[in-house]
């Protein structure tokens, strides 16, 4: 596979426009950002999208610019869906027992919960999932490492 285009001339081989560096496509493409209105290079860019089969690309880029919040409002959701995909969640398996041993009751796991949802970080899962992981294990003393957090739970989750 030969990226490289062969020139008559001697020195340095040109690269493709699509082998080059980031800096090296943000420097040819200076010229053509001052000589233009955002409407053409935007047209250009979808028409050619659509030609290629890339119908969503070319969606997204008209989506984009037909208000001036949508932009904004489409790049949030990219970020969020980016972050959301490193996360693991907790079961409520997992959960339980980590809630038991700080001695939070339910107004403070909520709390968190909110917490983390709001910094897209949906670790904890809902409270009432966790009283029915509750419900499932058979003795609750397995799970507390002494009798004053056993008290504690059955005080504050039972």
């Given amino acids: 596979m030969e990226t490289i285009k062969h020139t008559l001339y001697p020195g340095r081989p040109v690269l493709l426009f699509s082998e080059s560096s980031e800096r090296t496509k943000r420097r040819k493409t200076a010229k053509l950002s001052s000589t233009f209105e955002t409407e053409e290079p935007t047209l250009t860019a979808t028409k ?3 030609q290629e089969g890339k119908k969503a690309a070319a969606k997204l880029i008209t989506e ?3 208000t ?4 904004t409002k489409i790049y949030k959701a990219w970020q969020k869906s980016r972050k959301i995909e490193n996360i693991t969640p907790l079961t409520p398996n997992e959960a339980l027992p ?3 041993e700080a001695k939070e ?3 403070t796991y909520l709390v968190h919960r909110r917490a983390a949802e709001a910094h897209f970080a949906d670790i904890y899962p809902s409270y009432n999932k966790l ?3 509750k419900l499932h294990f058979v003795d609750i003393k397995e799970l507390v490492s002494d009798e004053f957090l056993y008290q504690f739970y059955t005080v ?3």
């Avoid at 001036?68 to 932009?71: E, K, N």
Wanted: charge should be positive; aromatic fraction near 4%; avoid cysteine.
């Fill in 64 to 66: 984009a610019l037909t």
């Fill in 105 to 107: 009751g339910k107004h």
């Fill in 68 to 71: 001036p919040t949508r932009a």
């Fill in 48 to 50: 050619n999208l659509k």
């Fill in 131 to 133: 009283r029915e992981a």
């Fill in 156 to 158: 504050h989750f039972l």
């Fill in 98 to 100: 980590i809630i038991i």
